[in-house]
């Protein structure tokens, strides 16, 4: 029987954390066999299982052709069970069960990427989490139902690599021209790990031999002629593995670990144990066709896919509202790891900038929700930055407050007492508390609550008694769904500057520090609170929230120069470029004096550029227009935020363009060693050439269109944008050029259709002529977003000819490719902030779209966002 897919969300499909009930069957082990053919593919299951509580046995199917069932040896008949479009029950089963389903799926037409799919003409993936293996067959497809899998995978010869999670038991020969493999993984899993892989692919292979003297054969499959372009996330996997040793105690626990390459993949990669599935975007990695900021971003996804194996595989979550406790964790893991790969402080600005461009903006909007949401319809459309970016700042937080060591003793705690257990956020938050030794269950208010609080805070210097005096308060905004807000534990790191020689005070000492802040941070946990400094002999600058020790909005009362003082003095890089943010924001929204920034960026940058090339690039960084346009709650005009960060940047290039062209001219990344000082000069070079291009000088595009021909793909992107974004006589043919050279190469194609779409003065007809060229792909996500990425780089643009364009592809994805398309409408979630009459059309457009939408995903993202 076929059973339809996308049912019409009704309102009994909340699915609430306060329900949650344990499964009443357990699986001991199950053994699949998968038959890949051209037009249909049989998968056979038996699953041995026994009672764990009372009540019915609930098996999970979505969109399977039920062919057969037999419990303990007997046929079932429909009377025997009832099926519907979402689950198989059977009632009064016996204690102990061995279950054994046959189905037909059919992978060939799964346009939605999930579960088993024909990714391509010569390979099928799967990709489970969190529901997927349900659309393979029946099954208690939960994360508490952990089972031992053994993987029989048979197709046709023409797809030679046949793999699955855990090792190769058997291989041979299956007749008609077929064979197969049969895998075992040892580790008992959540079915959202299962993965398994038929194709013709390459392999590049490696070793790593483990702390406990465990040699590892390392596998990473793509095709053939981008395996050249495996190396880079190869060295990253064994750095990834040497790190979690030395920096968490965890070796890895398999003979062998395998990454497999796809182009169709809705996200960046899956963590299945053993056998990681990856978007070819965060695997393949090479200079020639990567840009310094993809090559970071490989390096730091095979690191957050390898850290799972402890944080979210051996210790998994007990249901799916605990989604941040795997992946909060996870993504603090990587950001760590990166932070070692390159300048620490940018690392920690790029994180917080992610952070302030798409977190907190979902989090005053109308989809905000705590990092550990308490009910869902669907929870793919939960895998946010509230729950990603924001639970890894939980965690931070309670690190920065214990500490290495303290921290080491509380996650040691955790994978003690946790290994093989399926858990939820607080047994991670009362681990890390008993093995440090510290309390920190007050954490536990940050996982439930929704909102970024705002922290104030006010200094009070008293030269008669020399105390300065710093008072803290803390709110946040009402909301109707959470009338419970409670304060949060805050840890302010915090540094106090003498003004006038710019020496930091030292806080370890006794007199200055009796007053709760311990190496340099202060635990703010109640709604208001004053500390005092004794024995401060001037007035001092203070610098607040260091390395941005918590994702709070802070306002304080700073001077314009007691910012500029940062940007010169503060040695914390973070803060510095902080500084330089608050200043740019209130040149930008309220109309202060652009000298005083400038003159600081000159004094300051000689020796950042000397030190730290990247962290140099980063202070050229003026909030993006979607950043301020987020900032603004109600009124919020694209075209005039537009017109006052153009002015701003004008400005900029009017006073430092002498000063770029000299620093471009001067630098070479030839001349650098190590690849982060040369990406830094490469990234400060950009900015330099799109300053001078600002700036009028007639040698700019001559220097771009050399820069364009003779550099990697950062220096080629960058100077290709500056041809084309301003709209130089060179732009056509040095687009035309890229397209000659890359047209085969799909991650470097996909920067031609962004450089085009991102142009500020796109319009509905570039959108036109790039969706309708031939290498446009609707049923590639990674060409979707190129298109969709880059038009909202302009909001301006977004919020014109771009509402048409989301809402038609939300319409087309919602049956096609729902999670893609749930993701893509969310672009237009701020809709409510826009100045009248575009609120009332984007509205309208949103209400239209209504009616015309079925999936689970689209449907709850439109209601909420309609909801406001
Ligand atoms: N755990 C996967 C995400 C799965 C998303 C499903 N819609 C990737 C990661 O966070 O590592
Ligand atoms: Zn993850």
């Given at each position: 029987m076929n059973i339809a897919a996308n049912p019409v969300v009704e309102a009994d499909q909340t699915v609430y954390l306060k329900d949650y009930e344990k499964p009443s069957f357990l699986v001991d082990s199950i053994n699949l066999d998968i038959q890949v053919h051209t037009d249909r593919t049989d998968v056979n299951a038996t699953l041995v299982m026994k009672r764990q509580t009372s009540g019915d046995l609930v098996l999970l199917g979505r969109d399977l052709e039920l062919k057969s069932i037999t419990l303990n040896g007997k046929l079932l008949t429909e009377a025997d069970y009832t099926l519907d479009a979402e689950q198989l029950v059977i009632a009064?089963?016996?204690?102990q069960v061995i279950l054994e389903t046959a189905v037909v799926i059919h992978p060939e037409s799964n346009?939605?990427?999930?579960?088993?799919?024909?990714?391509?003409?010569d390979l099928f993936v799967t990709q489970n989490?969190?529901?997927?293996f349900r659309k393979i067959t029946f099954y208690p497809?939960?994360?508490d139902v952990l089972s031992v899998f053994t993987t029989r995978v048979e197709a046709d010869?023409?797809?030679p690599v046949l793999l699955a999670n855990g090792n190769l038991m058997e291989a041979g020969e299956a007749g008609e021209g077929r064979h197969y493999t049969i895998w075992q993984d040892p580790t008992k899993k959540p079915s959202y790990l299962f993965a398994c892989v038929i194709g013709d692919l390459a392999v590049l292979k490696d070793s790593y031999v483990t702390s406990e003297g465990r040699d590892v054969a390392l596998e990473i499959y793509a095709v053939e002629k981008d395996i050249p372009k495996c190396h880079i996330a190869m060295e990253a996997l064994k750095h990834s593995m040497q790190w979690d040793e030395e920096h968490y105690g965890r070796p890895y626990d398999l003979d062998n670990y395998m990454i497999v390459a796809t182009?169709?993949?809705?996200?960046?990669?899956m963590e299945n144990k053993g056998l990681n599935i990856f978007n070819t975007s965060c695997v393949l990695a090479d200079e020639e066709f990567t840009t310094d900021a993809a090559i970071m971003r490989v390096q730091s996804v095979i690191a957050h896919e390898y850290f799972h194996?402890?944080?979210?595989?051996r210790i998994t979550c007990r249901?799916?509202?605990?989604l941040c406790l795997k992946e909060g964790l996870t993504v603090f893991r990587d950001q760590s790891f990166s932070e070692d790969l390159q300048s620490a402080a940018v690392q920690r600005i790029d994180d917080v900038a992610v952070l302030k461009a798409h977190q907190f903006p979902e989090d005053s909007g109308p989809l905000s929700h705590p990092?550990?949401?308490?009910?869902?319809?669907?929870?793919?459309?939960?895998?946010t930055a509230t729950v990603y970016e924001k639970g890894a700042e939980i965690n931070r937080m309670m690190a920065t407050l214990l500490g290495k060591e303290k921290f080491r003793q509380g996650t040691d705690e955790y994978f003690r007492r946790h290994d093989g257990q399926a858990v939820t956020v607080e047994d991670w938050v009362s681990a890390l508390t008993a093995g440090s030794g510290?309390?920190?269950?007050?954490?536990l208010i940050w996982y439930n609550q929704p909102g970024t609080p705002k922290l104030e805070a006010k200094g009070d210097y008293d030269a008669a008694t020399q105390i300065y005096r710093l008072s803290f308060k803390q709110s946040l905004k009402a909301n109707a769904k959470y009338p419970n807000l409670k304060a949060v534990p805050i840890p302010v790191a915090l540094a106090l500057f003498d003004?006038?020689?710019g020496e930091q005070y030292t806080l370890q000492s006794e007199s200055l520090f009796?007053?709760?802040?311990k190496d340099g941070v202060y635990l703010f946990d109640q709604n208001e609170a004053t500390i005092e400094f004794t024995g401060v002999t001037a007035k001092p600058v203070v610098s607040l929230l260091?390395?941005?020790?918590?994702p709070v909005n802070l306002d304080f009362n700073y001077s314009d120069q007691e910012l500029a003082f940062l940007m010169q003095h503060e040695t914390n890089g973070f803060n510095q470029w902080q500084a330089t943010q608050t200043l740019l924001e209130r040149i930008l929204?309220?109309?202060?004096?652009a000298d005083i920034y400038i003159q600081a960026m000159k004094n300051t940058l000689p020796e950042v550029i000397q030190k730290d090339p990247l962290l140099a690039s980063r202070?050229?960084?003026?909030?993006?227009e979607g950043y301020l346009g987020s900032?603004?709650?109600?009124?919020?005009q694209p075209a005039k935020i537009q017109e006052q960060r153009n002015a701003l940047l004008d400005t900029l290039a009017r006073e430092l363009g002498a000063f770029c062209k000299e620093t471009y001219l001067e630098?070479?990344?030839?001349?650098?060693?190590?690849f982060s000082q040369a990406m830094g000069v490469r990234a400060l070079r950009n900015i330099m050439l799109s300053m001078m291009a600002r700036q009028g000088d007639a040698s700019a595009f001559d220097l771009a269109y050399e820069q364009y021909h003779t550099g990697n793909m950062s220096e080629r992107l960058g100077a290709l944008k500056v041809l084309v974004w301003n709209d130089a006589p060179q732009a056509q043919e040095a687009l035309a050029d890229f397209y000659s050279r890359f047209e085969d190469e799909a991650l470097s194609l996909d920067q031609w259709f962004m450089v085009q779409a991102a142009?500020?003065?796109?319009?509905a007809e570039t959108i036109k002529y790039l969706t309708s060229h031939?290498?446009?792909?609707?049923?590639t996500p990674n060409r979707i977003r190129a298109v969709s990425g880059g038009l909202n780089a302009n909001p301006v643009n977004t919020w014109s000819f771009g509402v048409q364009h989301y809402i038609d592809l939300a319409k087309y994805l919602d049956e096609k490719n729902p999670i893609v398309g749930s993701r893509l409408l969310?672009?237009?979630?701020?809709?409510?902030?826009?100045?009248e009459p575009q609120r009332t059309e984007v509205k309208t457009a949103l209400e239209n779209l209504k009616p015309q939408v079925k999936s689970k995903n689209v449907v709850e993202t439109l209601n909420s966002m309609l909801s406001i």
């Open positions: 009064n089963a016996p204690d346009t939605q990427l999930e579960g088993l799919y024909q990714a391509g003409d989490e969190p529901e997927g497809d939960r994360p010869k023409k797809f182009s169709a993949f809705n996200m960046g990669a194996n402890w944080t979210g595989n249901d799916w509202f605990q990092p550990r949401p308490d009910h869902f319809v669907e929870i793919n459309n939960f895998y510290v309390d920190l269950s007050a954490f003004a006038e020689t009796e007053n709760g802040v260091r390395n941005f020790s918590a929204l309220e109309g202060h004096d202070l050229f960084d003026v909030p993006t900032r603004i709650d109600t009124d919020y630098l070479d990344p030839d001349m650098q060693s190590e142009h500020p003065k796109a319009n031939p290498d446009y792909d609707l049923g969310q672009v237009l979630s701020r809709w409510y902030t826009l100045a």
